[in-house]
């Protein structure tokens, strides 16, 4: 009498005795099928968790994951400078903050700003002056008072002085006033020392690097503001490894789920890892990336002529150097010799006698090939 001695003792037993039974009886039949035929009914497929599915077409390989980095494209990038020493009076925006182009995003007091004005508004004056000159030489030459060499003279300090205005108004707007802000000084004549800072362009703020009330100097960098559509992927791809690999070529970062195309393989080997830079453009999905952080990613390299096949990893079997796949057939499974192309992640990318309708096993493939080479070895016996 079979005891009792836990939950399910007497049916996991049954289930043994079942098991081993379909298998005493299976092996008995691969020993006297063909040398590349592995019979199997619909009963002990589902008794060895024997599963199938079919190949897909690999246009490319899959290459090992590699630790990247997201940046920002240096066209996208701008540091906001002070452009007059002062003191920081107000900070308007902060680190992760969006902006428009021309938003207010410090406000400077510099004193030098108050000089720039002057020069400016004294030159103005200059012309104003040039020109009342200017104007009467020209009426008194007319009437044959004065000389054409005094109507030329006059014009030309009238022409200095013009330019010296420009040189001045330039000089006001490198100084960050916009062009309003000068035609307001022109007409008003009211000097200021507190200087706008504007954004270059739209973006988001990514670092701020001075505090309120703080003293800079000219060209000081205050913000860096960064358009973060569309984002860089940098990896290094050892040297040996870059087969394929070439601008256009596809990227994956399987975390996010987000693919990239390659736009730069770069021609020096950095020494530290004696990796090759490769970048990628990121287009869509960027908003789950952050400049910075650290992905792992994986490069489609380009495939060899000729058909290939993505399957699991655990549907190809190895025996003696050589790899074999099973393919469903009636009654059992085919062995079909393939050629590993690639080793990817999870999958495996072969050449050989494929098609998309076949079916691979791609599970309980130990119990199959166990089968296989015991057959194999039956009928060597029996030569």
Avoid at 75 to 100: C, F, K, N, T, Y
Avoid at 165 to 189: F, I, K, N
Avoid at 352 to 377: F, I, M
Wanted: glycine share 10%; charged share 25%; aromatic share 4%.
């Amino acid at each position: 009498m079979i005891p009792r001695a836990g939950n399910g003792t007497t049916a996991d037993i049954r289930r043994r005795l079942y098991a081993l039974g379909l298998c005493a009886c299976w092996l008995a039949a691969a020993a006297a099928a063909p040398p590349d035929f592995v019979p199997i009914s619909a009963d002990q497929q589902r008794a060895f968790g024997i599963e199938t599915a079919a190949p897909a077409v690999a246009e490319g390989t899959l290459s090992r994951r590699y630790p990247a980095r997201i940046a920002v494209p240096n066209r996208q990038l701008r540091i906001v400078a002070a452009p007059q020493p002062g003191v920081l009076e107000a900070l308007l925006v902060a680190e992760g903050e969006s902006v428009e182009a021309g938003r207010v995003l410090a406000s400077l007091k510099s004193p030098e700003l108050v000089n720039a004005q002057s020069a400016y508004l004294e030159a103005m004056t200059r012309l104003d002056l040039a020109e009342s000159e200017h104007a009467r030489d020209r009426k008194l030459h007319a009437e044959g008072v004065i000389a054409e060499r005094r109507l030329l003279e006059s014009s030309a300090r009238r022409t200095e002085l013009a330019t010296l205005l420009e040189q001045r108004r330039q000089v006001l707007r490198l100084a960050g006033m916009s062009a309003a802000d000068v035609d307001t000084l022109a007409q008003t004549r009211q000097l200021t020392s507190s200087l706008a800072v504007r954004s270059p362009i739209a973006g988001v703020i990514l670092e701020q690097m001075v505090s309120t009330g703080e003293s800079v100097a000219a060209a000081a960098p205050l913000y860096r503001v960064a358009q973060l559509d569309p984002l860089w992927v940098e990896v290094h791809v050892p040297v040996d490894r870059l087969g394929g690999i070439a601008e256009g070529a596809r990227v994956l970062l399987p975390e996010q789920g987000i693919e990239g195309r390659v736009i730069t393989v770069g021609r020096m080997v950095h020494g530290e890892d004696q990796g090759v830079l490769v970048r990628a453009e990121v287009r869509e999905g960027t908003g789950a990336l952050r400049p910075g952080q650290f992905a792992e990613v994986q490069l489609v390299a380009a495939g060899d002529e000729g058909e290939q096949w993505r399957i699991p990893a655990a549907a190809v079997v190895r025996d003696a150097g050589e790899a074999y796949v099973f393919a469903a057939a009636d009654g059992g499974f085919v062995v079909r010799p393939v050629q590993v192309l690639a080793e990817e992640d999870r999958t495996t990318v072969v050449g050989g006698n494929l098609d998309s309708a076949v079916r691979l096993a791609v599970s309980g493939t130990v119990a199959l090939k166990a089968a296989w080479l015991g057959g194999k070895d039956s009928g060597s016996g029996q030569d």
